[in-house]
């Protein structure tokens, strides 16, 4: 195999290339085993994961380019990114805390997404090597796109074994909101190799949350069961994504947080997703609350990844492990708040795998 004689465990940094400021963006490339993981500091991404088919065969399951140019067009599908300083959407940009009212800048329609239009993806973090990975800190300071206190915070990714860990902490020096998640784009046939309607999805969630048309949840917490949204056992993913169902037509296929029924701050089953093809499997856990499946549907082919191949609508899928969005505007949902003196912690892990 092309990673026999790579030592387990190994982290490699080298050089990219540099921001329109001139400040260098380090790629870390770590491996372990025949599984082999790429990120960059340039926000915290998640740019690469080679990982075996059934035979052995090594593709990369995780969608990226191969320029940095290209990850700093704007706006762009957030591929690989962390996203913050408020994963997923902010209904009209603006929430109340301790009596105060913040606005964040729109930039989805009438809403704020992920962080609002200069968010952590945009940043190059601070870097440096721990045992089997590497963390990235960004420091966002008091008034960052309208949130109130300076938030440090970390992203730390290792990989052990087969299994990718991303530990995610904040603090701050005020009360703020904080939901931190990465926005890698999945394709378990390869980052190459079509869309993803073909491959099985599950998803350890009774219950998910209904949006309205601009995609902000409604505030109920719904069955999935009846539902095209009901993944509590292996559905195709592209099986159903057409049907006719008011919440499917909203988004034009997934795009939704599932209320995850494992227990918050302990690490559990979000979704397993099977390749039939390449018998690939890919088994996500974490300590959050919810998941958000998006199977790709705004993906328009205005971008071309790797070996020069369009993202085409449906190309990849995306688990963001996350609380759920417009948290602020829904005091029933699980907090986001962050006080001075404690600390947010998060962790997700991916662990890649083959059925025979």
């Known amino acids: 195999m092309a990673f026999s004689a790579i030592a387990q465990g190994e982290t490699k940094m080298s050089i990219w290339g540099h921001t329109a400021d001139g400040t260098a963006v380090p790629i870390y490339t770590l491996t372990d085993g025949q599984i082999e993981v790429r990120v960059t500091a340039y926000g915290a991404h998640l740019m690469s994961v080679k990982a075996p088919d059934r035979t052995g065969k090594l593709a ?29 959407r902010i209904a009209h940009g603006k929430f109340t805390l301790d009596g105060k009212t913040y606005q964040i800048p729109l930039n989805n329609g009438p809403n704020a997404l ?12 601070q870097a440096k090597e721990v045992p089997g990975g590497v963390e990235f800190t960004h420091v966002s300071p008091d008034g960052d796109m309208g949130f109130p206190g300076t938030m440090s915070a970390t992203v730390r990714y290792t990989l052990k074994g087969s299994t990718l860990h991303i530990e995610y902490t904040a603090t701050t020096d005020k009360a703020t909101v904080v939901n931190l998640t990465n926005h890698a784009y999945f394709n378990l046939h390869g980052d190459d190799q079509g869309n993803n309607l073909d491959q099985k999805i599950e998803i350890d969630a009774d219950r998910y949350t209904p949006v309205d048309a601009t995609l902000i949840p409604t505030g109920e917490l719904a069955p999935v069961a009846g539902t095209p949204l009901d993944f509590r056992k292996p559905e195709v993913i592209g099986a159903r994504i057409d049907a006719n169902f008011a919440q499917l037509k909203i988004a034009g296929g997934y795009d939704h947080n599932w209320v995850l029924n494992g227990k918050p701050g302990t690490l559990h089953l979000a979704a397993i997703v099977t390749d039939p093809v390449s018998g690939r499997k890919l088994t996500v856990e974490t300590t959050e609350p919810g998941v958000q499946f ?9 971008f071309t990844g790797r070996h020069g191949v369009k993202y085409e609508k449906h190309a990849g899928f995306c688990l963001e492990t996350q609380h759920f969005p417009d948290s602020p505007n829904h005091p029933d949902f699980p907090s986001t708040e962050l006080k001075p003196g404690e600390t947010m912690h998060s962790t997700t892990t991916f662990t890649f795998g083959v059925e025979k």
Request: charged share 15%; aromatic share 18%; proline share 6%.
């Open 114 to 125: 992920h962080g609002g239009p200069k968010g952590f993806d945009e940043y190059v973090w």
């Open 294 to 302: 998006y199977s790709g549907n705004f993906l328009n082919g205005s």
């Open 60 to 88: 990369d399951v995780v969608l990226g380019y191969d320029t940095l140019d290209t990850y700093l067009i704007k706006p762009n599908p957030y591929i690989g990114a962390i996203v913050g300083r408020y994963g997923n």
